[in-house]
């Protein structure tokens, strides 16, 4: 038989030097969970300037969908949030290598966080199921969105479990629950990218 290769990570591995916040807004968790990133990597960043620095539009693809204040679980042309390349081109622009991906998986995250690199994942809820939708923005142009869009930061994982953080709190989730959650908006991620 062919031996099963063996994984570029250790079985087990928890980011501990990593703090976190309560967002300020309902809808500013991408702000939030960015400056707690940021910060993780020595960069202090203001999540209230973070979010209004955020371009506006009606595409999550694009900028930030709708009003900050605005009730969680709509979908656009409603407040809803925003997706990673966005928040990723922000943090650029605070000198962060941050690069948004998607198609990612369970393996290439805990490869990031075998190296202490912690990641920003768009996921349903506090990590649960979801149902996507397709939405055409004023451009013509679909993109893929679904009701209580959130984000959290990966900080570790074992055998069975990934451990995340939202609000400044720490669960763990099983792998598969985890997986069905950041599947619904397709694997959708922000790495430190280092070169």
């Known amino acids: 038989p062919t031996p099963t290769p063996t994984p570029a990570y250790p079985e087990e591995h928890f980011i501990r030097a990593i703090r976190g916040h309560r967002q300020h807004f309902s809808l500013s968790c991408e702000a ?7 910060a993780y990597f020595g960069v202090t960043l203001s999540e209230y300037n973070f979010q209004f620095e955020l371009p506006l539009s009606d595409n999550p693809e694009k900028g930030f969908v709708g009003d900050v204040n605005a009730p969680w679980g709509q979908v656009p042309p409603y407040g809803y949030g925003v997706h990673a390349p966005p928040v990723a081109e922000l943090l650029r ?10 198609g990612w998986t369970v ?25 996507p939708a397709e939405y055409t ?40 629950v985890f997986e069905n959650s950041w599947s619904v908006l397709g694997n959708m991620a922000i790495y430190y990218a280092e070169d």
């Open 32 to 38: 939030a969970v960015a400056t707690d990133w940021a």
């Open 93 to 102: 622009k605070y000198g962060l290598p941050a690069q948004a991906v998607k």
């Open 107 to 131: 393996d290439r995250l805990k490869e990031e966080l075998s190296h202490d690199q912690p990641v920003i994942v768009w996921v349903i809820g506090n990590v649960e199921g979801g149902v």
């Open 137 to 176: 923005d004023q451009e013509g142009d679909r993109v893929t969105v679904a009701a209580y869009e959130h984000t959290i930061i990966l900080t570790g994982y074992d055998a069975s479990h990934l451990r995340y953080m939202t609000n400044g709190k720490f669960f763990d989730v099983p792998t598969g």
